[in-house]
């Protein structure tokens, strides 16, 4: 194994293999030697036994060098300090994860506190094989009365974040990513090219969606929380911070346009519609509107001190936003390409870019499906296969399902499920992903639950099962692969391109690319192609 090159260019040798810990925890710290000091004590006291973890402390150049102080320590486990001058929690985290020499990576912030079953809680999330993300949560310190609303505001969205992905029916996402309780594989953060140390806030999303788009598998954890207590008190450096996210998460929308849910001018079209009004009026005259946020704010202060704290949260919401989409219209540059961008969202992650999304994506699946079957098919064989296929029909309800989710409407998608489990004999849940083209030759009695992905053009030949195995998560399953009739593929498991999996196989483990899986349980071994490359 070669060598790690640090961010400031030094070498980082690698630590013998029989030393190598299972964890390693990066903490990124700034002006907070008491506080770090306060975490290094609680790591002491983790139930996960001291061999299994070191602890990297990056400073990025503190004012007061926070090495001296930590080498007076007693610590049980592996202490490490890198020290670097001031290039921002981005740069100093990925200085972390490079000296790191864990095969999983944890990151936290030094202003949090955890429980002593912390470290334990998230190495019991990453088996042998996977690649899994863990989210952990962050809740409130006890003390959060005493905060100022806008910090209050924050732990009451941090609730609303975590209800969004816990839940046996739903799933983290990689554009939920926060650095602030975060693990995963080394290999598959050097892999995916770290954080962008470009960007000067929402470098952990950026990274999340790319982490996601390389195949890892996003997971929620309650259990592995961390208690927040945040020392920010000013007001005006709250609203300087949502005009920087507004600015860099323009700039990762800019990155990946196909991703609606990092663009910020989603904010214009998902927020409450009384609130629509005034956060156009900020992107329209920024300057002008700054007394209107003002008086909102004071308007939810006042709220807060009678006792009305949904409404105290609502008016901080709004000042947020406004300041937010400020610093959104910054980037762009100027108003006329600030519309620019909101018409692009709209044909791509709003109402009218959900119609032309179906539209899209329907138009794929019917030659794609067309293809399996006819080779090169000509537009009666398209139209033929339109009509009568039982298989397309699968497909074109999933995506109406799809549709009506994007559009917000729950209840829509649950009711096409029910139509397409009662007609077509095919259950899919409501966090399966189904690429293009899939095809499900005999669709009665087959069932892909929770969040398994489908890749484009698998086949299903008929009472399939693609589920969980013991309630620990949902199989992957990569392009071209065809399932034969009564196949069972359960688990966190994924199935190589173009496999083959044979008639009432029960695969319970990975199968590699261009495989054949046959048995109960499967056995794989290498596929042999014929002379048509089937």
Known sequence: MSAAPGASGAVVPPRPAAMRPRLSVVVATYNRTDLIQRLLAQFARQTLSPSDFEVVVVDDGSREPV?????????????????????????????????ARGGVVLITDDDMQVADDFLARHMARHPVGSRNVVIGGIRPDPAISD??????????????????????????????????????????YVSAGGFDKSLGQSEDIELGVRLEKAGCRFEFC???????????TSFEKWLKRAHRYGIFDSRVAGKHPDVPQVDPWRFLFEMNPLARPLLAAAVVAPEATRPVTEAVMSAARLADKAGLRKAAFMGTSVTYAMEYLRGARTEAGSLGKAARHVARYALSGGR?????????????????????????????????MVLTSDGFRVLALQRLREAALGLGIPLGNHAL???????????????????????????????????????????????????????????????????????????????GARSRIGANAVVLQDVPPDSVAVGIPARITPRKKDVDGE
């Open 67 to 99: 090495a001296p102080h930590l080498e007076k320590l007693s610590l049980p486990f592996t202490l490490r300090v890198e020290t670097q001058a001031n290039a921002g929690a981005a740069a100093a985290r990925h200085r972390g994860v490079l000296a």
């Open 147 to 188: 905060m100022p609303l806008f910090e209050r505001w924050y732990a009451w969205l941090n609730n609303r974040i975590a209800a969004s992905m816990s839940g046996p029916k739903r799933r983290a996402r990689g554009w939920q990513l926060f650095t602030g309780n975060v693990s995963f594989r080394r290999e598959d």
């Open 222 to 232: 309650t259990e592995a929380y961390v208690l927040h207590g945040s020392d920010h």
């Open 352 to 384: 009218p870019g959900q119609v032309l999304k179906l539209a899209k994506a329907l138009k794929q699946d019917a030659l794609e499906v067309a293809r399996s079957e006819h080779g090169k098919p000509g537009v009666k064989a398209v139209a033929s």
């Open 417 to 495: 499920r029910v139509a397409q489990t009662a007609v077509l004999g095919v259950e899919i849940g409501k966090d399966v992903e189904l690429g293009s083209g899939v095809y499900f030759v005999h669709s009665l009695g087959t069932v892909v639950g929770g969040d398994a992905k489908v890749g484009d053009r698998v086949r299903f030949y008929g009472n399939n099962t693609v589920g969980t195995a013991k309630d620990d998560g949902y199989p992957v399953i990569e392009e071209d692969v065809w399932v034969g009739a009564g196949a069972r593929i359960l688990g966190p498991i994924t199935i």
